[in-house]
């Protein structure tokens, strides 16, 4: 005969207690209100019976289902990861569970899920899927879900976020780059849909004109998007434009390794002859051939910051928390990419070459964004 589902007032039997002490023991946002060793007596009580709440019947007592929808764009790039470790970490400590799901970059899933997140009763959810226009994400908000963008924010000042400091972080990169002697420089810069592609784009500009750089709107690229085939096109692009430079920044890690690719392609040294940055410092950045210098942003602390962020509305009356705007700070680490400034420019390297996949515009470099 089948054993029956251990319910909550079997804890309490077997521990001697009143019911509603096992549910103060067995919830850690009510533990407190009983004695540790009581706590820690029905704790183990219930994992010797194998008691396993109900969430269903719990979620039609306090409307809540102790859940929070998490949406990124692609978990298999390696800077979401320590985000939803530092989501889930923080989560987990006042008992609440993150479903995550990727959106692909693309807003008709994004809004998919987000849908199919709602109807099953999230209590909030945390967006590092977000783009500059996001109206599921207003209207998430306006319809009384918590909401915080991480890693990214959308032009709407009444949604919270948690970034890091893209513009200072773009600035560190060309600081770093003007010290080493380069007065021409490029810049990829990434998608403008995205606030990093627009916040880093800023910090590249207001850079170059501090330091006078030479012919520097003329060696901007826009990439579609954030992934090693773009950095890879956008630097031929570059290249093809017959513009010489001296380095290159990158708007991301993942655009530096496709530049590195297509610097090996035309034969180009780096750093001798061109150096190159990244964004983000993404785990392995230091095993790329040579190992990448790149700007590093804080991605445990920016998942930590907006799960806590999420917990104090979940706690809160609905509209009395005004929203939350936190930029984390961002640090440069240089590697191997760069280096001095070559003594003389090697022209012959720049130009279109009949060998090359593109010599004109690739399709991933979006030439509407250049006004932005």
């Known amino acids: 005969m089948a054993k029956g589902r251990v319910k909550l007032k079997d804890v309490a039997a077997a521990a001697g207690v009143h019911a509603s002490t096992v549910s103060r023991a067995l919830d ?7 004695t540790d060793s009581l706590a820690e007596r029905i ?60 959106t692909d970059s693309d807003p008709v899933k994004e809004r998919t899920l987000m849908d199919i997140m709602r109807a099953r009763g999230v209590d909030g959810l945390i967006l590092a899927s977000a783009q500059r226009q996001d109206a599921a994400i207003v209207q998430a908000m306006e319809d009384g879900i918590p909401v ?38 490029a810049h990829l810069a990434g998608p ?35 992934n090693e085939e773009s ?14 430079f001296t380095a290159l920044i990158t708007a991301n890690d993942r655009l530096a390794i496709g530049a590195l690719q297509a610097l090996s392609i035309r034969g180009i040294k780096v750093p001798e002859e061109v150096s190159v940055t990244g964004y983000n410092d993404m785990p392995f950045a230091d095993m790329t051939t040579p190992p990448l210098t790149t700007v590093r942003i804080q991605t445990y602390e920016a998942g ?17 928390l005004p929203a939350v705007h936190e930029v984390l700070e961002v640090e440069m680490v240089p590697r191997q990419t760069t280096g001095p400034v070559p003594a003389t420019i090697n022209e012959t390297i720049f130009g279109p070459r009949g060998d090359t996949p593109s010599a004109g515009r690739s399709a991933d ?6 006004d932005r």
């Open 192 to 226: 403008q849909r995205l606030s990093t592609g627009l916040f880093r784009y800023y910090g590249f500009c207001r850079a170059a004109k501090k330091h006078r750089l030479r012919k520097w709107r003329d060696l901007i690229g826009f990439a579609g998007a954030f």
């Open 148 to 185: 915080v963008t991480v890693n990214r924010m959308i032009d709407d000042e009444r949604v919270s976020y948690v970034i890091n400091n893209e513009t200072g972080g773009l600035a560190l990169a060309v600081d770093h780059i003007v010290e080493l002697g380069h007065r021409t420089v």
């Open 304 to 320: 930590r910051r907006a799960a806590e962020i999420i917990l104090e509305r979940l706690g809160a009356e609905r509209g009395t």
């Open 28 to 34: 850690p946002k009510t533990r407190h209100l009983i």
């Open 365 to 370: 470099i979006a030439a509407s964004e250049t």
């Open 43 to 102: 704790t183990r009580i219930a994992s010797e019976l194998q008691y396993r709440p109900n969430s269903i019947a719990s979620s039609l007592r306090t409307q809540q289902s102790m859940t929070i929808g998490v949406l990124v764009p692609d978990i298999t790039n390696m800077i979401f990861p320590p985000i939803l470790r530092g989501i889930e970490d923080t989560l987990a400590q006042q008992g609440y569970v993150p479903i995550i799901a990727n």
């Open 231 to 244: 950095g890879r096109e956008g630097c031929l692009e570059l290249l093809d434009r017959g513009i010489p």
